[in-house]
């Protein structure tokens, strides 16, 4: 079993600031993490590679400074990580973001079939979660979205059962392989790193690939193949101190429909 995941380096949002002058990210402020819901995609490949054998390869567009997040993969337990980076790439919105990640998967099945791919639900930092489904459309394989938990059953019938998270509940979806999922944080606990994969990631220099290496159209890429502009960015206003009316006479709930009533208009 040929298992990917596509893994993104994304600023540590909790230590993110935003510049009040400009309304943007100030990226510099804040240290390069893998996306956590990558990490959990990275886990629950490696738990199937433990059960059924296989590999597990990870597939990463980024600065070379991405390289960090595939030696954060290889201690988790990956075998393989390439990395896509050219400045052809820059200024992709998601629509070209899929579609290079989507030629990144085509150039290594060719060199090793890959029979699942696992992406996040999303990246902290876009929150599109827009890139997994894109990968998936353009593959032409089967999505699996906001899986919480997966079921392989016979191995061999090449089919895989899975729990997607509803908003009141879960639902059931068996797929044939191969197929795009993506996870939500609830489909595993992350373990602990092993010595031996500690020791392989210090070492672990990944494959990189440029725009020449994939067979890609370079109009599908980069500003040139992003059609979404930014209209404007801007941080939310601060929202208002709650009110607390204390009591338990009907005085508190008139005072409460008055209160509400003048909201609303
Ligand atoms: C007009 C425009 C210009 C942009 N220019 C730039 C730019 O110059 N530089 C820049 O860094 N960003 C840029 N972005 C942001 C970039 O498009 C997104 O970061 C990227 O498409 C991923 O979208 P997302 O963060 O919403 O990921 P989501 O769709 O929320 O991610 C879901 C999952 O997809 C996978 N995934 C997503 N991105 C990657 C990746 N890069 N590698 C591997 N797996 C991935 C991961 O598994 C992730 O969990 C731009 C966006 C727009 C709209």
Known sequence: MHILVCVKQVPDTTEVRIDPETNTLD????PAIINPYDSHAVEEA???????????TVLSMGPPAAVEVIKRCIML?????????????????????????????????RREPIDLIFCGKQAIDGDTAQVGPGIARRMGIPQLTYVQDIEVGDIDEKEITVHRKLDDGYE????????LITVEKEINELRYESLPNLLKAARYQPIIL??????????????????????????????????IL????????????????????
């Open 27 to 30: 990226r510099s402020s804040a």
């Open 46 to 56: 490696v738990r199937i590679k433990e059960r059924f054998g296989g590999k597990v």
């Open 77 to 109: 337990g990956a075998d393989e990580g390439y990395l896509l980076s050219d400045r052809a790439f820059a200024g992709s919105d998601t629509l070209a973001t899929s579609y290079i990640l989507a030629k990144g998967v085509e150039e290594i099945s």
């Open 172 to 179: 059931v979806v068996k797929s044939k392989l191969p197929c």
């Open 210 to 243: 440029g725009a020449s290496d994939l067979n890609a159209d370079l109009t599908q890429m980069g500003l040139k193949g992003s059609p979404t502009s930014v209209a404007k960015i801007f941080a939310p206003s601060q929202r208002g101190q709650g009110e």
């Open 246 to 265: 204390k009591g338990s006479d009907k005085n508190v709930v008139d005072i409460l429909i008055q209160k509400l009533s003048q909201k609303v208009v």
